[in-house]
């Protein structure tokens, strides 16, 4: 057949070299012509070699047709009756590992085409993708037009995956069917993590198909987790799957043009941690790849996030009462210092009244302010809602707060400054940080504190409360920041807090809060990120920009690709970072329960379908191209002359 | 040249023998001849020659008729005031007794005046390219003969002169319908051969013929091709126009070698010379056709300077303007 495909080209070459002498009695006047006009000619015969090699290939396999079929899915029928067919497509990140020639989703996807193409009019068909979280990408219907172009225009994704609800959410939609025979289809490697896990099954009454068992294959894969940039050196996490290891490979990190920063080898075992010298001072470091080839090389790249940057408190705290007796600064100003947290510290004579003052601080501390303006409860409301965290100690000042200074939408009541017997804090009540710490709060010396009202206390999440059960240390969520409270204010005069070991606790917790608010957002790919309140939101990814969906008016987008997101919310750009779930590295395939799996048992089976037709038609067209061609060139002949 | 009245006149008394005549040419030995002639020239669809002379003459003749209206009486030249010693016997009386002037009728002298018919005859000759209606020999011996019928139809003495190898013989100069069945047997049983490239004297030994039966005042019409001739050739040939003889060259060639429609890589072989080129016809086109025009300009050049006249054709035109153009252009 070789020699077939040849013949023309031979031909053509033949002929190429040796021009068609014609009599031409002025041939004198013509000039010879230069070889580079000689080797662009006859084109038209080029056309016409590719027509004729085409041509005989076709001719060829016509002839073999007998022996070359085409395998693909079908539905078998055995009652003739229509059929409603819940399509399960994997489109997780452990489906980008190759199946042959073909990606086992790029499989997955053709087969779920060849599925559409031999159902009939009548059958209904709904498919599901199985990546984390399950989702209804085309509900039940009948209109098969419509399912061939869904199943068509299906694309991979970096998520988890969620066999489980997939197979439910089928049960669901078939249940609405209102065929007799339904069914279930599944393509999908079944690596969702839990390969120990009960059998996958259909159920009793809806007969589940695994219809590509060569998906299921297994292999190995280690996956980089997250790589952050923290000073000179990049934190990496390495996952691989149950039993494979990442030993003999190295960890490199490349700046955006792909230069090395720095390597190290990679970590052995199924997990494992490792930092990397990032050598050049002035180089930044763009991501981290593994050496080496796996089952999946798409994991095998992990974006490094930048340092936070340093940041800086804004510190309001009247420096006459608060100041120690030897001077200096304000004692919470100097305990934040104590820390040694590597954060600048702000001292602000008052809440500022712009928005600008506010901007880029990690957080703020208002030490008994004497309540707050409108336009300061304006600009502190911003921030927290912008993602910001404050730190409120309530005290004498902010009790007797004048008439329209309030601390809205912080407190909706004001607060009092109330005489107390209460000694200190019930240990059993100190929570989070404060906990190693509790002790220093049992017995606190305080003649006076701050009462919340019952409204105002019931928002806040307690971390500490006095022995009657009044908060002496709350917090609670705005927007997308925090508010923490304090009962007592930080000067000595109203009480010793300042000087109990809790004290520090208390603000490396919520300096712990406001750094983490600063740090980019990591997510698992196809997490549903929420914009409450937003009113713009543009998300730029890995792949271009993510369209952004509104539900009940907040607007939400789901990442589908490993990397990082510029997210834009009202003109204000965050980063965030979506990670590979861990467990899409466990590529071992998960057990359906038996009588799901064979295609006997639930009435499909694979035919082999006869191309002739085809290859005829094609053919045909081919010959008729040729003509085509013949003509075009003959007229164009007769035209010039 | 005569006139058409002449023509007409000559012909229709002749007409009453001319089939026994056409028909006994056609049975003469001659057409064993050209039976195997015709494979030689490619006649195309100017065929057969003496039909389409006739036409070609009378159409040329009837083109010249309609545009010369001057009158009942082509003969009549016209009046002119009477002056002392003139012969009375052409004095118009209707004039004098109408006008009471005195005119006398004046008539076109009628003098014998020779066509020299040059046909170029070398290898070149015979081509036909796909678009042509016939070879450029057909076209030419065609329009050779048409003025040949012309001019014998007025009593002019005709004579061919062929360019060619030594086999194709000159018919000397002679009137007469005889003379013209001559001159139509030749060109039927013509065959184009000779190289003018590779035998320069060819030309040379034409003219010195021509030399000879060309006298004062005879009327030299060239059909060629004009390629392959030696660099010379256009003064040579423009030399024949002096001692009052009148010269038209007319060049004939195909379409093919006027447009050069080739395209893509193509070997192209001249019939003389033996030269092969290849080349692309698509980057080629421009020059070629450049060269041919200088080739053209050198000949139109060198005739207006000896008072001689060129004509362009190519084979696929009509040739009633044709000839007509060349009966107007040797008047």
Same mark, same amino acid.
């Given at each position: 057949?070789?020699?077939?495909?040849?013949?023309?080209?031979?031909?053509?070459?033949?002929?190429?070299?040796?021009?068609?002498?014609?009599?031409?009695?002025?041939?004198?006047?013509?000039?010879?012509?230069?070889?580079?006009?000689?080797?662009?000619?006859?084109?038209?015969?080029?056309?016409?070699?590719?027509?004729?090699?085409?041509?005989?290939?076709?001719?060829?396999?016509?002839?073999?047709?007998?022996?070359?079929?085409?395998?693909?899915?079908?539905?078998?029928?055995?009652?003739?009756?229509?059929?409603?067919?819940?399509?399960?497509?994997?489109?997780?990140?452990?489906?980008?590992?190759?199946?042959?020639?073909?990606?086992?989703?790029?499989?997955?996807?053709?087969?779920?085409?060849?599925?559409?193409?031999?159902?009939?009019?009548?059958?209904?068909?709904?498919?599901?993708?199985?990546?984390?979280?399950?989702?209804?990408?085309?509900?039940?219907?009948?209109?098969?037009?419509?399912?061939?172009?869904?199943?068509?225009?299906?694309?991979?994704?970096?998520?988890?995956?969620?066999?489980?609800?997939?197979?439910?959410?089928?049960?669901?939609?078939?249940?609405?069917?209102?065929?007799?025979?339904?069914?279930?289809?599944?393509?999908?490697?079944?690596?969702?993590?839990?390969?120990?896990?009960?059998?996958?099954?259909?159920?009793?009454?809806?007969?589940?198909?695994?219809?590509?068992?060569?998906?299921?294959?297994?292999?190995?894969?280690?996956?980089?987790?997250?790589?952050?940039?923290?000073?000179?050196?990049?934190?990496?996490?390495?996952?691989?799957?149950?039993?494979?290891?990442?030993?003999?490979?190295?960890?490199?990190?490349?700046?955006?043009?792909?230069?090395?920063?720095?390597?190290?080898?990679?970590?052995?075992?199924?997990?494992?941690?490792?930092?990397?010298?990032?050598?050049?001072?002035?180089?930044?470091?763009?991501?981290?790849?593994?050496?080496?080839?796996?089952?999946?090389?798409?994991?095998?790249?992990?974006?490094?996030?930048?340092?936070?940057?340093?940041?800086?408190?804004?510190?309001?705290?009247?420096?006459?009462?608060?100041?120690?007796?030897?001077?200096?600064?304000?004692?919470?100003?100097?305990?934040?210092?104590?820390?040694?947290?590597?954060?600048?510290?702000?001292?602000?004579?008052?809440?500022?009244?712009?928005?600008?003052?506010?901007?880029?601080?990690?957080?703020?501390?208002?030490?008994?302010?004497?309540?707050?303006?409108?336009?300061?409860?304006?600009?502190?409301?911003?921030?927290?809602?912008?993602?910001?965290?404050?730190?409120?100690?309530?005290?004498?000042?902010?009790?007797?707060?004048?008439?329209?200074?309030?601390?809205?939408?912080?407190?909706?009541?004001?607060?009092?400054?109330?005489?107390?017997?209460?000694?200190?804090?019930?240990?059993?009540?100190?929570?989070?940080?404060?906990?190693?710490?509790?002790?220093?709060?049992?017995?606190?010396?305080?003649?006076?504190?701050?009462?919340?009202?019952?409204?105002?206390?019931?928002?806040?999440?307690?971390?500490?409360?006095?022995?009657?059960?009044?908060?002496?240390?709350?917090?609670?969520?705005?927007?997308?920041?925090?508010?923490?409270?304090?009962?007592?204010?930080?000067?000595?005069?109203?009480?010793?807090?300042?000087?109990?070991?809790?004290?520090?606790?208390?603000?490396?917790?919520?300096?712990?809060?406001?750094?983490?608010?600063?740090?980019?957002?990591?997510?698992?790919?196809?997490?549903?990120?929420?914009?409450?309140?937003?009113?713009?939101?543009?998300?730029?990814?890995?792949?271009?920009?993510?369209?952004?969906?509104?539900?009940?008016?907040?607007?939400?987008?789901?990442?589908?690709?490993?990397?990082?997101?510029?997210?834009?919310?009202?003109?204000?750009?965050?980063?965030?970072?979506?990670?590979?779930?861990?467990?899409?590295?466990?590529?071992?395939?998960?057990?359906?329960?038996?009588?799901?799996?064979?295609?006997?048992?639930?009435?499909?089976?694979?035919?082999?379908?006869?191309?002739?037709?085809?290859?005829?038609?094609?053919?045909?067209?081919?010959?008729?191209?040729?003509?085509?061609?013949?003509?075009?060139?003959?007229?164009?002949?007769?035209?010039?002359? | 040249?005569?006139?058409?009245?002449?023509?007409?006149?000559?012909?229709?008394?002749?007409?009453?023998?001319?089939?026994?005549?056409?028909?006994?040419?056609?049975?003469?030995?001659?057409?064993?001849?050209?039976?195997?002639?015709?494979?030689?020239?490619?006649?195309?669809?100017?065929?057969?020659?003496?039909?389409?002379?006739?036409?070609?003459?009378?159409?040329?003749?009837?083109?010249?008729?309609?545009?010369?209206?001057?009158?009942?009486?082509?003969?009549?030249?016209?009046?002119?005031?009477?002056?002392?010693?003139?012969?009375?016997?052409?004095?118009?009386?209707?004039?004098?007794?109408?006008?009471?002037?005195?005119?006398?009728?004046?008539?076109?002298?009628?003098?014998?005046?020779?066509?020299?018919?040059?046909?170029?005859?070398?290898?070149?000759?015979?081509?036909?390219?796909?678009?042509?209606?016939?070879?450029?020999?057909?076209?030419?011996?065609? !329009?050779?003969?048409? /003025? =040949? *019928?012309? &001019?014998?139809?007025?009593?002019?003495? +005709?004579?061919?002169?062929? #360019?060619? %190898?030594?086999?194709?013989?000159?018919?000397?100069?002679?009137?007469?319908?005889?003379?013209?069945?001559?001159?139509?047997?030749?060109?039927?049983?013509?065959?184009?051969?000779?190289?003018?490239?590779?035998?320069?004297?060819?030309?040379?030994? !034409?003219?010195?013929? /021509? =030399? *000879?039966? &060309?006298?004062?005042?005879?009327?030299? +019409?060239?059909?060629?091709? #004009?390629? %392959?001739?030696?660099?010379?050739?256009?003064?040579?040939?423009?030399?024949?126009?002096?001692?009052?003889?009148?010269?038209?060259?007319?060049?004939?060639?195909?379409?093919?070698?006027?447009?050069?429609?080739?395209?893509?890589?193509?070997?192209?072989?001249?019939?003389?010379?033996? *030269?092969?080129?290849?080349?692309?016809?698509?980057?080629?086109?421009?020059?070629? #056709?450049?060269?041919?025009?200088?080739?053209?300009?050198?000949?139109?050049?060198?005739?207006?300077?000896?008072?001689?006249?060129?004509?362009?054709?190519?084979?696929?035109?009509?040739?009633?303007?044709?000839?007509?153009?060349?009966?107007?252009?040797?008047?």
């Amino acid at each position: 057949m070789a020699a077939l495909v040849i013949a023309p080209y031979l031909a053509h070459r033949l002929r190429r070299k040796n021009a068609e002498e014609q009599v031409f009695p002025p041939a004198r006047l013509v000039l010879p012509a230069p070889p580079r006009a000689r080797r662009r000619s006859r084109l038209e015969d080029r056309a016409l070699l590719g027509t004729r090699a085409a041509a005989v290939v076709a001719l060829a396999v016509l002839g073999a047709t007998p022996f070359v079929r085409c395998s693909q899915l079908s539905l078998h029928r055995a009652a003739g009756a229509s059929i409603a067919m819940a399509i399960i497509v994997d489109d997780s990140m452990s489906m980008r590992a190759a199946s042959g020639a073909l990606t086992r989703f790029e499989r997955a996807r053709r087969g779920a085409v060849e599925l559409v193409s031999s159902a009939r009019e009548g059958d209904s068909v709904a498919v599901i993708l199985a990546g984390a979280p399950d989702r209804v990408e085309l509900a039940l219907t009948t209109d098969l037009g419509a399912a061939r172009q869904v199943t068509s225009a299906l694309a991979p994704s970096d998520r988890g995956t969620d066999l489980e609800g997939a197979v439910a959410l089928a049960r669901e939609l078939l249940a609405s069917a209102v065929q007799t025979d339904r069914r279930i289809v599944l393509l999908s490697d079944l690596a969702d993590g839990h390969a120990g896990a009960e059998a996958l099954s259909g159920g009793a009454d809806v007969p589940m198909w695994m219809a590509l068992p060569e998906l299921a294959a297994g292999g190995g894969d280690c996956a980089l987790v997250r790589a952050d940039q923290r000073g000179a050196r990049v934190h990496v996490e390495l996952r691989c799957g149950p039993g494979q290891s990442a030993s003999g490979r190295e960890l490199v990190v490349e700046d955006a043009k792909g230069a090395s920063l720095g390597r190290a080898p990679a970590p052995g075992g199924e997990k494992g941690e490792t930092s990397i010298f990032v050598q050049a001072d002035d180089a930044k470091a763009d991501h981290v790849r593994l050496t080496g080839g796996d089952a999946i090389a798409e994991d095998d790249r992990a974006p490094v996030l930048p340092e936070v940057a340093r940041g800086t408190l804004a510190v309001v705290a009247d420096s006459t009462d608060e100041a120690v007796a030897t001077g200096g600064a304000p004692i919470v100003e100097q305990a934040l210092g104590a820390l040694k947290l590597d954060v600048d510290v702000a001292p602000l004579p008052a809440v500022p009244d712009t928005a600008e003052e506010l901007s880029g601080r990690l957080g703020v501390v208002l030490d008994d302010p004497p309540g707050l303006t409108p336009e300061q409860r304006h600009v502190l409301a911003g921030f927290v809602e912008g993602g910001g965290v404050v730190l409120l100690a309530l005290g004498p000042r902010a009790a007797a707060a004048p008439l329209g200074a309030t601390f809205e939408p912080i407190l909706t009541q004001a607060v009092t400054w109330d005489d107390t017997t209460q000694r200190g804090v019930e240990a059993s009540t100190v929570v989070g940080g404060l906990a190693e710490s509790a002790e220093s709060l049992s017995d606190l010396g305080a003649t006076r504190r701050t009462v919340l009202s019952p409204a105002d206390a019931a928002m806040f999440k307690p971390l500490a409360n006095w022995n009657d059960g009044a908060p002496l240390i709350a917090r609670r969520a705005m927007g997308r920041g925090e508010i923490w409270i304090v009962a007592l204010p930080f000067s000595l005069e109203a009480s010793d807090l300042a000087l109990r070991p809790a004290f520090l606790a208390l603000l490396r917790g919520w300096l712990n809060v406001a750094l983490d608010h600063a740090a980019p957002v990591r997510a698992q790919v196809g997490a549903s990120w929420s914009f409450p309140g937003a009113r713009s939101v543009l998300v730029e990814g890995p792949s271009g920009p993510l369209d952004v969906g509104r539900e009940g008016g907040v607007a939400r987008v789901s990442p589908h690709w490993l990397g990082e997101y510029r997210i834009t919310v009202d003109g204000h750009t965050e980063l965030r970072v979506a990670q590979v779930d861990a467990r899409e590295v466990d590529l071992r395939p998960r057990a359906v329960a038996a009588g799901s799996a064979g295609a006997e048992a639930t009435g499909q089976r694979r035919e082999l379908v006869d191309v002739s037709g085809y290859v005829a038609l094609v053919l045909l067209v081919l010959l008729s191209l040729e003509m085509a061609l013949r003509l075009s060139s003959r007229s164009t002949t007769a035209r010039a002359v | 040249m005569g006139n058409w009245a002449a023509f007409r006149r000559t012909w229709s008394s002749r007409e009453g023998g001319a089939g026994s005549v056409t028909s006994g040419s056609v049975s003469s030995p001659v057409m064993g001849g050209a039976r195997a002639i015709r494979q030689a020239i490619d006649w195309g669809e100017l065929g057969p020659l003496r039909l389409r002379a006739r036409q070609v003459a009378e159409g040329a003749y009837a083109g010249l008729h309609r545009s010369a209206l001057r009158g009942a009486g082509v003969e009549f030249g016209g009046y002119r005031e009477y002056v002392a010693g003139d012969d009375l016997r052409r004095l118009d009386r209707r004039s004098l007794l109408r006008h009471q002037r005195l005119l006398v009728r004046q008539f076109e002298t009628e003098t014998d005046r020779a066509l020299c018919l040059v046909v170029d005859a070398s290898a070149s000759m015979s081509f036909r390219g796909p678009g042509a209606k016939a070879s450029k020999i057909a076209f030419a011996a065609v !329009a050779a003969a048409a /003025l =040949a *019928r012309i &001019a014998i139809a007025n009593g002019d003495p +005709v004579s061919v002169t062929f #360019l060619g %190898d030594e086999r194709v013989q000159s018919i000397a100069p002679s009137s007469g319908r005889e003379q013209f069945e001559r001159i139509v047997a030749a060109l039927e049983v013509l065959e184009p051969g000779g190289d003018a490239f590779d035998d320069p004297g060819m030309l040379d030994r !034409a003219l010195v013929s /021509l =030399a *000879r039966v &060309a006298r004062r005042g005879a009327i030299v +019409v060239v059909l060629s091709d #004009l390629l %392959d001739w030696a660099p010379g050739a256009p003064e040579k040939v423009a030399s024949l126009a002096s001692s009052g003889r009148v010269l038209a060259v007319v060049q004939t060639l195909d379409p093919a070698e006027a447009r050069f429609p080739f395209s893509g890589t193509v070997r192209l072989r001249a019939l003389e010379g033996g *030269r092969v080129i290849e080349t692309d016809a698509d980057a080629t086109r421009t020059a070629y #056709l450049a060269a041919l025009a200088e080739l053209t300009g050198a000949w139109r050049e060198s005739l207006a300077r000896r008072g001689g006249r060129f004509l362009s054709s190519t084979t696929n035109e009509s040739l009633i303007a044709l000839v007509r153009s060349i009966v107007q252009t040797i008047r």
